[in-house]
């Protein structure tokens, strides 16, 4: 159903998620989850202290996350996944789209999920880069259940990560 919906020829092999989490600007951290065929590939998973920025910038911190990780992938260090999906709307997309276009990956789709109004789940909206149109999918789409699912688990390890390096603080 996913494969359907952001028209790709194939299955996707292998999806990213990134997430940012802070209190306020401080302690932000990105955590970068990975699924594959067979569900969440824990032993991929990554976090990302976020330095050097304007507290509370997401924007920047979302760059920073994926330079940091596009550029070790590249070295080797991992594959490219053929979906990203970046928890956040139009500016974490364009955000994301900088990052992966200054290092030259271009084999990767990218796709923001926001929440919907209220944050209530099922009225989460994708983006796509360089599209002003947004896709909405129904309640009970299993390519919507399944972008949630992956999105709660990014944000579930980026507030884990979170609290650890407040409290170490």
């Known amino acids: 159903a996913l494969a359907e919906v952001l028209s790709f ?13 802070h209190t306020r600007g401080e302690s932000a951290v990105a955590s970068c989850v ?4 067979e569900g969440p590939l824990k032993s991929d998973y990554r976090r990302f202290n976020i330095k050097g920025i ?21 070295r080797g260090e991992g594959s490219l996944p053929d979906l990203l999906l970046i928890d956040g709307g139009k500016g974490q997309v364009a955000a994301a789209s900088r990052a992966l276009e ?7 789709q990218i796709v923001g ?11 989460e909206s994708l983006h ?6 947004v896709l909405h999918l129904a309640a009970d789409s ?28």
């Open 9 to 21: 020829d194939d299955l996707p092999q292998r999806i990213e998620c990134f997430d940012i989490s």
């Open 34 to 37: 990975v699924f594959g065929i």
């Open 54 to 74: 304007q507290p509370g910038d997401d924007y920047a911190a979302m760059e920073q996350a994926l330079t940091r990780r596009y550029t070790r992938l590249q």
């Open 102 to 108: 200054e290092l030259q990956v271009t084999a990767v």
């Open 113 to 123: 999920v926001s929440k919907g109004p209220g944050r209530k789940p099922g009225l």
């Open 128 to 133: 796509l880069p360089g599209q002003q149109k």
């Open 142 to 169: 299993p390519a919507l259940h399944l972008i949630q699912q992956i999105r709660d688990e990014a944000h579930r390890f980026a507030i884990t990560g979170h609290r650890q390096r407040r409290a170490r603080t």
